[in-house]
């Protein structure tokens, strides 16, 4: 807890220091955000004469885009989607939390990927679930289509390991933006065990706050009922808005365009990287937002971090990602989503000068136990 | 859990019934949402540099928002409060979800009002907490201002009662809406052990979901961390809309103005009542969206809906709101908030019809236990 602490306020210091290149937080490009499309979609709903987009609505929420967003589903996976198995959530976060809680109680485990998304891990554990390796739990959480922060689709291995269990929460936040074009999420032959979460906030904005669950027949009752004692219902103005950007907008157009975006930025933060720390591996992502980096040799996370920021950058640190503490190197997020490219050169010498400060001083590096199922 | 889902489908199916008079679920009126000043604040944030609207943000809210939160409870209760123990929630509901699971756990007690708002309750019985009346339990929730569903302050009897365990959980959803103007929310002298709870969806509108949570120092790491594990944060746009509106606003005006519509409308619906049910009872509302009605009898809620359904009626069951489960007469809310007034002779009448084809077939009624602390 002190050490989550620590990390929150020096992230907290980071975002509010003048200067410094932001390459933590995993955001979505600003100016990607299809603001004319939204100012339009949202002066249509408000003037709309059922006035629905200001009012209360049911806890499942709108019928259109719950029919919008199972088509898509189904589109993707080649199988037909029910606009009834769909609950739409206030984010992905809402969903994962709706999912966990319809499936483990507190005191059970869940199996995750030894390096995942960091709220959901911490999500767990405030729920007072025990992370333990995919496959040992009745419940697995994973990002089949592409993972936070590897940016890769989970492996064979991974995928026959969260297999073992019962139940699947598939989380695909950032399934439509594998550069190559599209993913498949887990679902074929499992629909009955799978929990799929997903989210506009990487593919239109993270601000307005909707994603989705999509969970079989027999939970539907069972989520509803926690989405409904959670906060009765998404925000009805940012479903309508959704729904009607797009109905008016050509998505897979879009799409296409934020995938060129992004490869073409990961493609230059990765040659950053290789050139100020060339003894640092990692796999080149098949999409979302980030590196994932390891270094040649450990130090403690808020150090490397707090010389970071010192130096004008920052990043995400390895040790939120790892639920199942690996002690391996010291792993780090970079993202190229949001900080200007034409930082990117600046950014790698600023962390490189960091890591040799605090590496320095740091103690010799430990062989790392196996890491079963890493996909970078 | 049957006689629930056997109401929300009787709920769901008067929503769609058309030429039906609604007079469940407690929705403000449309005709009051401030939509020209909602659309004006919309495009002024979009436009703003900072992109902060459609962007991720912290888990306890916007700054200004916060600060603007605070010092509208601040200015009510008397006393200064720190932004910093603002938490913006998605509703009031999120609110009340995050402070039951800071304070309680599966198993424990908590202690409710003998007719309370029915989302609570459920939630209180989803998360596994044992209702039991107030005093009765370390921890307590209790609408001490104005109360849902009966429209009136906290009594004596049952301020004593909830101030009696460690935490009171204070929802003022209704607060700013007293016909006669300021409600006090419980505070003074009790600032340690008050949670309180409150929104704009009943001031502003509900569709925007920008409720919060103000809670004791001691509380606000935990009540932080489940927020952030819920769902990361509250609609970033919403809450820009809501403060850039409260901004150009004159919002104390503006709830002049709702005070004194929801007045007219609950005369005008507590009179059509007593003229078609003249031996059912209800005390006159202090303020809020509905009447709380005690029948002359009782009947089983369900057929009671279903006929008013029929008649071309709906209303809130007495027993949703009931979590002591309280055998007297049977009780219903009936809200003035958003029919048309001009509807409410029909209304009433075809409440009473409904009444008289159910309650002629009815069992005799049975005396009740005392209900201490009852308002209405």
Same mark, same amino acid.
């Given at each position: ?15 509010? =220091? ?6 933590? &937080? ?13 100012? !339009?979609? /949202? ?45 739409? =959530? ?6 994962? !939390? ?29 729920? &007072?679930? *025990? ?5 040992? !739990? ?60 997903? =989210? ?67 493609? %230059?933060?990765?040659? !950053? ?41 920052? /990043?995400?640190?390895?040790? =939120? ?9 010291? %792993? ?23 890591? *040799? ?20």
């Amino acid at each position: 807890v002190t050490a989550r602490r620590e990390l929150d306020a020096l992230a907290r210091r980071a975002a509010a =220091t003048p200067g410094l290149i932001p390459l933590a &937080g995993g955001l979505p490009a600003d100016r990607q955000f299809p603001r004319a499309a939204l100012a !339009a979609s /949202f002066l249509r709903v408000l003037d709309a004469r059922d006035g629905a987009a200001l009012q209360y609505g049911w806890p499942e929420g709108q019928g259109g885009l719950r029919a919008r967003i199972a088509a898509r589903l189904g589109a993707r996976v080649g199988a037909a989607v029910s606009a009834d198995d769909v609950i739409v =959530t206030n984010g992905a976060q809402q969903a994962i !939390a709706i999912a966990a809680a319809s499936l483990a109680r507190p005191g059970d485990a869940i199996g995750v990927e030894p390096a995942s998304y960091p709220a959901a891990l911490e999500l767990f554990r405030v729920r &007072g679930l *025990r992370l333990v390796p995919l496959g040992e !739990a009745r419940v697995s959480y994973v990002m089949s289509t592409l993972g936070n922060p590897t940016g890769r689709a989970l492996d064979a291995p991974g995928r026959r390991a969260a297999a073992r269990g019962r139940w699947i929460i598939d989380d695909d936040a950032y399934g439509e933006l594998a550069f190559e074009g599209r993913t498949a999420p887990l679902w074929q032959g499992r629909r009955g065990r799978v929990v799929h979460v997903g =989210t506009f906030s990487k593919t239109l904005c993270p601000g307005l706050r909707v994603g989705w669950l999509v969970v079989p027949e027999a939970l539907r009752a069972r989520a509803l009922r926690l989405k409904h004692g959670d906060d009765l219902q998404a925000n009805s103005l940012a479903q309508a808005v959704v729904d009607d950007t797009l109905a008016h907008i050509d998505f897979d157009a879009r799409l296409a365009v934020l995938r060129r975006y992004y490869r073409s930025r990961a493609a %230059r933060l990765a040659r !950053a990287i290789r050139r100020a720390l060339p003894a640092w591996s990692f796999a080149f992502p098949e999409g979302g937002f980030s590196l994932w980096l390891e270094a040649d040799g450990r130090v403690d996370d808020a150090r490397l971090l707090r010389a970071a920021v010192d130096e004008g950058v920052s /990043f995400d640190p390895g040790s =939120t990602f790892e639920g199942l503490r690996d002690q391996g190197p010291t %792993r780090l997020r970079v993202c190229y989503s949001a900080a200007a490219p034409e930082s990117f050169d600046d950014a790698a010498a600023r962390l490189a000068r960091a890591w *040799r400060r605090v590496h320095g001083a740091a103690r010799p590096f430990r062989a790392r136990r196996a890491a079963p199922h890493l996909s970078s």
